[in-house]
Antibody, heavy 124, light 107 residues
Framework: QITLRESGPTLLKRTQTLTLTCNFSGFSIKTGGVSVGWIRQPPGKALEWLALIDWDDDKRYRTSLKNRLTITKDSSKNQVVLSMTNVDPVDTATYYC????????????????WGQGTVVTVSS | VLTQSPATLSLSPGESASLSCRASQSIISSYLAWYRQKPGQAPKLLIYNASRRPTDIPDRFSGYGSGTDFTLTISRLEPEDFAVYYCQQYGGSPPFIFGPGTRVDLK
């Protein structure tokens, strides 16, 4: 059974750094083709992809946020961490981590398993 | 950019729904997915590669399309289907783009 679970602070002040952790089970990020991504959703708005880290440590970021985001993994702990510096009230959102799998002839090009999300509020 | 229409669809249980997702540029069909998001829950993958269903998704959900126009059809709406649906494109920059969503609500 594959599960992902996000954790982190619920309330931050403007200019602080947000650090979110995704703990997952049922798969390994050491496995070729496995990636974990972060997606956020401001209240009442659509989903917005933020970052992705691959099994081989390749990383991709949303261009508009690239200077503020860092994604890392700890394969031994089945953990992926996203850091976002200099937060602003516009960063208030539910943050999700999700699995992306693409290997050989099997590639969904989609996020097949999602965590429940963690709500982050940034005050001014 | 992905555009979804209509923004809201008002239907009754048992009816069918047809949701549209239009891309600003032609995309590879394999790169189009659909999700359902119930209130207060995470999105759930319904369709990938434009027309394939994960094993736990019932066959009342079907997807089709090519180029710039894609459709998600839901036949025989069940109570849990009243939710928001997002299409998602892979590839390009950023590598993952989500549409603005279509809300299916009770008539």
């Amino acid at each position: 059974q594959i599960t992902l679970r996000e954790s982190g602070p619920t309330l931050l002040k403007r200019t602080q750094t947000l650090t979110l952790t995704c703990n997952f089970s049922g798969f390994s990020i050491k496995t070729g083709g496995v990636s974990v991504g972060w997606i956020r959703q401001p209240p009442g708005k659509a989903l917005e992809w933020l970052a992705l880290i691959d099994w081989d440590d390749d990383k991709r970021y949303r261009t508009s946020l690239k200077n503020r985001l860092t994604i890392t993994k700890d394969s031994s702990k089945n953990q992926v961490v996203l850091s976002m510096t200099n937060v602003d009230p516009v960063d208030t959102a539910t943050y999700y981590c999700a699995r992306f799998y693409c290997s050989g002839g099997t590639c969904l090009y989609a996020f097949d398993f999602w965590g429940q999300g963690t709500v982050v509020t940034v005050s001014s | 950019v992905l555009t979804q229409s209509p923004a809201t669809l008002s239907l009754s249980p048992g009816e069918s729904a047809s949701l549209s997702c239009r891309a600003s540029q032609s995309i590879i069909s394999s790169y189009l997915a659909w999700y359902r998001q119930k209130p207060g829950q995470a999105p759930k993958l319904l369709i990938y590669n434009a027309s394939r269903r994960p094993t736990d998704i019932p066959d009342r959900f079907s997807g089709y399309g090519s180029g710039t126009d894609f459709t998600l059809t839901i036949s025989r709406l069940e109570p849990e289907d009243f939710a928001v649906y997002y299409c998602q494109q892979y590839g390009g920059s950023p590598p993952f783009i989500f549409g603005p969503g279509t809300r299916v609500d009770l008539k």
